[in-house]
């Protein structure tokens, strides 16, 4: 079945820190690709999402490249802030598995001032 | 244009009463998705509605929980004789269709305390 593996956290960064979170994944079919951000007390939000191979999905200065022949959906941000202290987690939509999206575990994310 | 509301966002229950709680989805949305979350785990699928119809409801446990997503009105996931156990983060989340481009949008969750 499908599955998304996500890097164990908790990362613990500085501010202006360069940030990876690893996201690889397991699918049947040719799946759209997700990062959901969770900030305390909330639910998840939509961070970016890339849909068919070597898209690179952008928002609020963290990219994310759709890589096929890895099988992988690494977060990235040049320079983080406190305010980018967060949960994040990678997920998958299928098309030749279930209509019931995938979700890693989730990473969290400490920044440091 | 209102994101999914989930009401109680906190909720307190002893051990042996019943709990519910309700999402409305986003306008248009026509389906619903339920999740738990215990602290410090990832994201558990429970069930998965689309209006007057249970689609898949695998992660749901078998005894005490059931789901309802009416012609009118809110989604309801109930919760009957809870136990500490059942102690987490429920979260509800809408779309509008299922194909597999779509991203999901999450309320902001009811947090429920078993006492």
């Known amino acids: 079945g499908d599955s998304v593996t996500q890097m164990e956290g908790p990362v613990t960064l500085s501010e202006e820190a360069f940030l990876t979170i690893n996201c690889t994944y397991t699918a049947t079919g040719y799946p759209s690709l997700f990062w959901y951000v969770q900030y305390p007390g909330e639910g998840l939000q939509l961070l970016l999402k890339a849909t068919k191979a070597d898209d690179k999905g952008s928002n609020k200065g963290f990219e994310a490249t759709y890589r096929k022949e890895t099988t992988s959906f690494h977060l990235e941000k040049g320079s983080v802030q406190v305010s980018d202290s967060a949960v994040y987690f990678c997920a998958l939509s299928d098309p030749g598995g279930s209509y019931i999206p995938t979700f890693g575990r989730g990473t969290s994310l400490i920044v440091h001032p | 244009n209102a994101g999914v509301m989930q009401n109680p966002r906190h909720l307190v229950r002893r051990r042996g009463q019943e709990a519910r709680l309700r999402c409305s989805p986003m306008?248009?949305?026509?389906?619903v998705y339920w999740y738990r979350q215990l602290p410090e785990e990832g994201l558990k699928f429970m069930v998965y509605?689309?209006?007057?119809?249970?689609?898949?409801e695998s992660g749901m446990p078998k005894e005490r929980f059931s789901a309802e997503f009416p012609k009118e009105g809110p989604s309801i996931l109930r919760i009957q004789q809870v136990v500490r156990g059942d102690s987490a983060a429920y979260f509800c989340?809408?779309?509008?269709?299922?194909?597999?481009?779509?991203?999901?949008?999450f309320g902001p969750g009811t947090r429920l305390t078993v006492l």
């Open positions: 306008k248009g949305h026509s389906h």
């Open positions: 509605l689309q209006k007057e119809n249970i689609i898949d």
């Open positions: 989340a809408s779309s509008p269709g299922t194909d597999f481009y779509n991203e999901q949008f």
